[in-house]
């Protein structure tokens, strides 16, 4: 299964026909994979919500990630990707979580260079998978390329399971 855009229907089709449920933490994304997910009709009976967490603190307040490891490893880590989608999962009550951070630019952040993604998808039996990328292009650009992939990477976790 892909999750191209268009795609995005037969990610919502495997979870309704497995009666899974799905949740998002986004950072980078603000909103726009929740935006994605609920254009789809009858997306009701598998999305169960998100968090968007695009301050720090709210990393770790709403979506459990470790404090710990934002202070060491700052917001745009892979690590705090895996974080967020098991946040996501579990604050929502969902099988699947998926979460997104990065820099959309138009500045680095904290060291971290514009177009820098990381996208981390779990899932249920501990599945767990995280993947850094790097993009071109502006905020707008970014923003939908790293959307495409985490929904490329929720697709392969399906797969998966």
Known sequence: MSAEPGNVREV??????????????ESLTGGLLAATLVEVPGVSRTFRGGLVVYATDLKAKLAGV????????GPVDPEVAAQL?????VTCGADWGVGTTGV????????VSVGTVFVGV???EGHR????????G???????????AALALLAEGLDKG
């Open 12 to 25: 919502v089709d495997v979870l309704i026909k497995r009666g899974q449920t799905i949740a998002v933490a």
């Open 66 to 73: 470790d404090a710990d490891l934002l202070a060491a490893n």
């Open 85 to 89: 989608a098991r946040g996501a999962a």
């Open 104 to 111: 959309a630019g138009p500045d680095p952040q904290d060291g």
């Open 122 to 124: 779990a899932g249920p």
């Open 129 to 136: 998978e995280v993947r850094g990328l790097r993009f071109d």
């Open 138 to 148: 502006d905020r707008a650009t970014i923003r939908a390329q790293a959307v495409s």
